[in-house]
């Protein structure tokens, strides 16, 4: 890549001095725009960077120098400050000499609208599934869909709280992100739960674990919350209620403990009750230590690249236990075959790394991820779903 030519502008030592002779800028206003870009970001540069040509090409601007630092830590370093400013950074090495890139971010805008209706969409589909599941029959009596809000609070309180909690640690790292989208489905629960786009890259380790992590915990604090309020509730009194729920579902340990807790017998669950219990199988399934899931991203900043090794490991992992439920206890286990296929696609996408990839982790965070996969570890059980006959 040759540097760009017309518009050179010079600094020398830690003394911003901006020359101007032979530069043909179009109007004044591109002049002191580069100025001030210039002065926002010269002071971040110089800590990590030795300047020692700057020059402007549109609206790029690239600066020449000598890394004072790991040229791997470089982006990670000046990621916050050119954010904050509205630009991108990238580290080039061409020619013989390192620049650094500095570009205007695109903002971008969600379409509000979308995400308005989607949540609208679920709420209602997961009314109507909240109304089945506490006995009333959709079709025949539509005045009745209401007894499902109770439902529908619950589900969606486990399922936001997961994804909101993402969405502000993101934004405290100083990410662009999406709000939630909601994803209606009628049928089950009325929906398959919620997803945010984050745009731009992770900026360290630490960014990368604290964004992980905050959706599972935050999801299985609510899981637990509205599981206890479930057993504390009486179970509905209709004589209708769905299989489902007469069903022999799988109670993994900790749904098992605030049972006992709150003093509730076996038999028919409470909605409310259930939607604790699907809260703490998505807690589970979120924290499978691979890919891009919140485990993943936990488990790639814990152990950094080494990590891979596990995103390998974690999908024969749950081949064998899906085979083990099929063939020795009989059982069905095609959901571990399933997400064992789909942990594999995971691992062969990868995951990105993030900018300052070189910084470990604090002891706290690895303590804090370690109890937080112990307690992912508590909402797992062999068979899920196992339906009467």
Excluded at 97 to 109: D, I, N, R
Aim: charged share 15%.
């Amino acid at each position: 890549m040759h540097k760009p030519e017309n518009e050179t502008l010079s600094c020398r030592n830690m003394n911003l001095k901006v020359n101007q002779e032979g530069i043909n800028y179009k109007n004044s206003d591109n002049k002191l725009n580069a100025e001030k870009s210039i002065s926002l970001l010269y002071p971040s540069i110089i800590r990590v960077f030795e300047v020692y040509e700057i020059q402007k090409y549109g609206e790029v601007l690239y600066f020449y120098g000598i890394p004072k630092i790991d040229t791997a830590n470089i982006e990670g370093e000046l990621w916050a400050q050119f954010y904050h400013f509205g630009f991108r950074c990238n580290l080039k090495y061409e020619l013989g000499e390192y620049f650094l890139l500095a570009a205007p971010e695109e903002k971008t805008t969600e379409n509000i609208w979308i995400i308005l209706v989607l949540f609208i969409a679920t709420f209602f589909t997961t009314m109507i599934c909240g109304a089945w599941l506490f006995g009333v029959d959709p079709l025949n009596e539509p005045l009745q869909l209401f007894k499902g809000l109770p439902f529908t609070l619950a589900i969606m309180a486990v399922l936001g709280s997961h994804e909101m909690a993402h969405y502000l640690i993101a934004r405290y790292h100083g990410m662009e992100v999406s709000l939630p989208y909601f994803i209606p489905f009628p049928a089950f629960i009325g929906t398959m739960g919620a997803v945010i786009r984050y745009k731009g890259p992770l900026p360290s380790r630490k960014a990368l674990f604290d964004i992980g992590i905050a959706g599972p915990f935050t999801g299985l604090l609510v899981s637990v919350a509205v599981t206890f309020i479930g057993f504390n509730l009486k179970l509905p009194s209709s004589k209708h209620l769905p299989d489902f729920l007469m069903s022999n579902i799988g109670l993994p340990p900790l749904f098992v403990f605030i049972q006992n807790l709150a003093g509730a017998k076996g038999g028919i669950l409470n909605p409310i009750a259930f939607a604790g219990w699907v809260g703490m199988l998505v807690t589970l399934l979120n924290l499978l230590p691979a890919g891009q899931l919140d485990g993943g991203h936990m488990i790639r900043a814990m152990f950094g690249k080494k990590a891979e090794q596990i995103f390998v490991l974690m999908p024969c992992i749950l081949l064998l236990v899906g085979l083990y439920v099929i063939y020795w206890l009989k059982e069905d286990g095609l959901i571990w075959i399933f997400w064992a296929v789909l942990l594999w696609a995971f691992a062969a996408m990868g995951h990105p790394s993030p900018l300052n990839d070189e910084l470990e982790l604090d002891k706290i965070r690895i303590l804090i991820g370690i109890v937080m996969f112990i307690l992912g570890f508590l909402c797992f059980t062999l068979i899920p779903f196992k339906l009467m006959t």
